[in-house]
């Protein structure tokens, strides 16, 4: 079921049930004030009728005895008006067993219904000679609370019978007239209302990833829909941004393993064309193992990114001494750093143990220096500063390169992210290392984070957590 069918039903069904209950209640009351009309009418009757036929409820006598000089009285009058039958209301006195013992000329051969066992005024609808009827049943009581006999007067209430019928029918034949009308009407309210969401729809089914740059057109009204517009073309903002980004990784991975493969490749068709020299060999040999090594190296930064998106990587926490992690990586990297003549100064640091995965965090170090050590200009100062407080030890790796843009800050520890071809061309990196550093440190409950600003070099801090096991002594 569409959507606007199901609008249009769940408000239908909603207000079927209110009006029912209006159309209940409005039915009832008329009823209500009809037949309490009627009631009235017959209570002031069935108490004209005790005074005019001489019967008083707190003086019975004998009911017999009380009802003769009506009897006289009801000849007289019907000699007076013998042509002018009682056609408004029918009247009938009844004894203790039910039996009729005086009643109105108009009943004829018909009686008005008894109920024996009732001992107080009731008013109930009933039928004598096949015309409806409304009447009240009045017990007659002595003093002494005795009931001797019944008074009971009725009137005809065919015509309010027959408009309160035609009431109902109205009703009744207007209620699904009404719900019939209103789904329609609500149907088209409905796919009017909706008509910005198919258009959602058919923009986002049109999208594919040779027109990612499509949006969806903005409703006028600010509204809910205005917000889902919105919110979706952020989404495809970042959809595109992603997209582009690993396609441009993509690409670039691609040339960096194929150039170290065409690189060995050539080496050895060379070498294999005639014999050469041991040195020869062995120089070649040495070239062939390095660009093998830095397409392994790639493949290694690849599977970890994989296997940290898996939930596949728990860090095997354990104290240590930070001082010395950073020691092993400056030593590594002093071969990156003396051709540049670039410095690493790591003097006069506090020591402190911390906890934390040797292996990651050896990543995490080398990975920050390296950057450090690529981005600095010849003859500069890489510096690793320290920091302590109650909460936390710090590490600072600052460089003296070109810097980071303010507004690609926030993107430097996306992957895929590289923040110019022609940086990323002469340094051999492929904007996979800070990517791997953030994961990593996230795993360990490391926070970093990145000063930088352009011409003016970068600071990259990362905050170790101080636990039971954290000691720091000064240097």
Request: glycine share 6%; proline share 4%; net charge neutral.
């Amino acid at each position: 079921m569409s959507l606007r069918n199901r609008i249009a039903l769940y408000y239908t069904a909603a207000t079927a049930v209110l009006v029912a209950l209006v159309f209940t209640a409005v039915s009832l009351m008329v009823d209500r004030v009809v037949y309490r009309h009627f009631d009235e009418e017959l209570a002031r009757e069935s108490t004209a009728v005790l005074h005019k036929s001489h019967i008083r409820t707190n003086a019975f006598m004998g009911f017999r005895e009380m009802i003769e000089p009506d009897e006289a009285n009801n000849r007289n009058e019907q000699r007076k008006r013998p042509h002018e039958p009682l056609k408004t209301e029918f009247i009938q006195f009844t004894g203790l067993d039910g039996t009729p013992i005086r009643k109105s000329a108009n009943l004829g051969q018909n009686a008005l219904v008894i109920n024996t066992g009732e001992k107080h005024v009731t008013f109930i609808n009933t039928s004598v000679g096949g015309l409806d009827v409304r009447q009240i049943q009045r017990p007659l009581q002595s003093r002494s609370g005795e009931t001797h006999g019944w008074l009971i007067v009725a009137r005809p209430v065919t015509d309010a019978i027959v408009v309160l019928g035609d009431l109902h029918r109205v009703l009744l034949l207007s209620f699904p007239a009404i719900l019939i009308t209103l789904f329609a009407l609500t149907r088209s309210i409905a796919a009017r209302s909706i008509k910005p969401v198919k258009e959602v729809i058919d923009t986002a089914e049109g999208i594919t990833k040779k027109n990612l740059d499509q949006r969806i057109r903005l409703p006028e009204n600010r509204d809910e829909l205005y917000r889902l517009s919105a919110t979706i073309n952020a989404l495809l903002d970042r959809l595109q941004d992603a997209f582009n980004r690993e396609t441009q990784f993509t690409a670039d991975a691609s040339h960096e393993l194929k150039t170290p493969l065409a690189a060995v490749k050539g080496t050895l068709e060379v070498l294999i064309r005639k014999p050469r020299t041991q040195e020869h060999y062995e120089d070649r040999i040495g070239l062939c193992l390095n660009e093998l090594n830095r397409m392994a190296q790639l493949i290694e930064q690849l599977l970890l990114l994989a296997r940290h998106e898996k939930s596949t990587m728990t860090p095997k926490l354990e104290p240590l001494e930070l001082n010395i992690s950073i020691n092993e990586v400056v030593k590594r990297l002093k071969a990156l750093a003396e051709p540049k003549g670039i410095t690493l100064d790591f003097s006069k640091q506090a020591a402190g143990i911390v906890e934390a995965d040797p292996e990651m965090l050896g990543m995490i170090i080398e990975n920050v220096l390296s950057n450090a050590v690529k981005y600095s200009p010849t003859g500069s100062t890489v510096t690793v500063d320290t920091g302590i407080s109650p909460n936390a030890t710090r590490r600072t790796i600052t460089d003296q390169g070109m810097g980071i843009p303010e507004q690609q800050l926030h993107s430097i520890f996306e992957r895929f992210y590289r923040m110019g071809e022609s940086r990323s061309a002469s340094s051999g990196g492929s904007g996979l290392g800070l990517a791997i550093v953030k994961k990593l440190a996230d795993l360990q409950g490391i926070l970093i984070s990145v000063e930088s600003h352009p011409g003016d070099g970068t600071s990259f801090t990362l905050r170790f957590p101080r636990s039971s096991l954290t000691q720091t002594v000064n240097a």
